[in-house]
């Protein structure tokens, strides 16, 4: 059985031109998805049953066992952490919300330690942002800053950019510019028509020298900026007035280094001033397939993004205070509930260390260095294939994730419910 | 009225108390003080024993004294008007939010956001503070607006960001980005600091210490002498059109 534009769980990006081909409900064929893609479509391991740490070992044990323990932990803490959600669905992340208001936790998702600064930046000023196909058919220049989509988002140049087809393009290769900002020259930047290789840390020197000099006072900036010379930056905002549609996107580089929301917000002022002069925009190269969606739940039933404290049973919304990383360094939660990410390969080790000291209970379908770190695993369907459901791309348009094979496994919509009715009945608020 | 408040050891003493309940004027007017560990609510004589000595006429006239360790004890002081609040040890995030009028001393070091958004009144820290000292809350245009803060130790990053009135003297040194979108008021660093005064649109930050990574959109005016020191005058952000000025003993650039 052949199925036709199934969408992609993987990247941002959320391609829905993938084809697969199915046999005895296994995919075995899978057409136009990279390389990242591929390699989830076609996985085989896997974890087949709920497992428990009993006396120092891991044993299996029944879904029922592993959800009554997971909600006795939950109910008994006085700090109890729900975090990680990018890696499945909307309606999934609906029940989370109500776990956490439930329990009077911090819930937090993977957008805490890859965009939370550009958000910051967006509550500062604002977001001059657009869809990915107004890139694909109006941008001329393109500016890539703090990223190397070639690797990390290997189809967003030929499905949205440089080598896309374009509605007002006769030939997009030639007619598009692309400008890439890095610490290093990345597979992307060896494709730029301009090259600008800042001084790890620089960039919002950068930014701000570049702002001055599109209003015409290039006059204060000094000769070199942070390993860039005045005259190439005098290049770059010559191709950036030239342009009639700029489209700035950014990855980590800019969000996670030093001055972290003070770049992207500087950023951003950089487009706005641009915006005087001709159009421009900017966008975050969001990581996970659906961690715009987990930002879209979270601000319609909690009124933020991210990163929410329902301890005093409002929402409490402070990155740096209530933000994942920050809470575990402080060593504040007693519990601690992961889904649908893998903390355990990406946190400092500080915050590891913590998570492994109290109880910690995964649901995830793999296991993973997380796994290393908790108390209970939970294994459930994956979303995009053996779940259908919600994911918004990183522009923030919403996609139908599609089910393409059947599975025995439950959902993580299922198994949170599941917890959440048993939290409520503990609590004596069923 | 002199209260003390003495806070008992507490068998898990990191999770977070959020206590803003601990103001003067909340103890003048009699009411039952909450506070929240975690996410159990419960009253302050539920982890703490309260002497209250004496009477008052006003809120003005109610001294609290806080012993024991405070140092995860979070919000105390928010929105106080008067009186004075004396910490003996740490103090954890949001001491002294939007106070409007007294006095808070804390003897040993403040965590983040120490007098956020604050009016009025004074406060002085001798240790160290953390991030955001004096600074605003996420997505506001504005931080600390009036009366005045003085740390004799060193701050951490984005010290003062979007403030936009009243004084704030650092002694010591400060992390990242001091005086970020300054919009109002005196800010005085005494020790070093980096990337001071990023995107300001007005307002005076003096540096006596070095200046280091400096923006590069600030216009050099020239040099003025204070207390005896050469200063170098810059005015920026030029790159946000600002006409605030700062003046810097030693500065460099990250060319």
Known sequence: MIIEDVPCPFCGCLCDDITLTIKNNRIVGVENCCVLGNAKYLSKQRLKHPIMRKEGKWVEVSFDEAIEETARILSGATRPLLYGWSGTYNEAQVTAVHLAEELGALIDSTTSVCHNPSILAIQEVGHPGCTLGQVKNRADLVIYWGCNPIEAHPRHLSRYTTYADGYFFENTVSDRKVVVVDVRESETAKIADEFIQVKPGGDYLILSALRAMVRGRGDVVPATVAGVKKEQLQRVVDLCQKARYGAVFFGLGVSMTRGKYKNIRNAIELVSELNRKTKFTISAMRGHYNVYGFNEVLTWMAGYPFAVDFSRGIAFYNPGETTVIDVLARKEPDACLVVASDPGAHFPKTCIEHMAAIPTIQIDPCVNPTTALCQVQIPVAITGIEVAGTAYRMDGVPIRMKKVVETEFPTDKQILDRICERVRELNGNG | ?255
């Open chain 2, 1 to 255: 009225m002199k209260v003390t408040i003495t806070l008992w050891d507490r068998d898990n003493p990191l999770i977070p108390v959020e206590a803003e309940m601990i103001t003067p004027d909340a103890f003048f007017s009699g009411e039952e003080i909450i506070i929240a560990v975690g996410n159990r609510h419960m009253r302050l004589d539920g982890i703490a024993d309260i002497h209250i000595e004496g009477e008052a006429s006003s809120a003005a006239e109610v001294a609290i004294e806080i012993r024991g360790d405070s140092a995860r004890f979070k919000r105390v002081g928010e929105m106080m008007t008067a009186g004075s609040i004396t910490i003996e040890g740490d103090i954890g995030m949001h001491c002294g939010n939007f106070m409007s009028g007294g006095s808070i001393e804390i003897l040993g070091s403040a965590d983040g956001w120490l007098g956020r958004e604050m009016k009025g009144g004074e406060i002085i820290c001798h240790g160290d503070a953390g991030d955001y000292c004096g600074a605003g809350y996420r997505g506001g245009r504005k931080g600390m607006r009036g009366g005045s803060i003085e740390v004799v130790g060193s701050v951490g990053d984005f010290a003062c960001e979007h403030i936009a009135g009243g004084e704030v003297i650092i002694r010591g040194n400060t992390g990242d980005y001091p005086c970020a979108e300054m919009k109002g008021g005196t800010v005085i660093i005494l020790g070093d600091c980096s990337r001071v005064c990023a995107n300001m649109s007005a307002g005076t930050c003096y540096v006596y210490g070095y200046a280091d990574e400096m923006i590069p959109t600030f216009e050099r005016i020239g040099c003025v002498d204070r207390d005896g020191l050469q200063l170098h005058h810059f005015r920026g952000d030029v790159a946000n059109r600002g006409h605030g000025d700062l003046y810097v003993a030693r500065y460099g650039y990250l060319s």
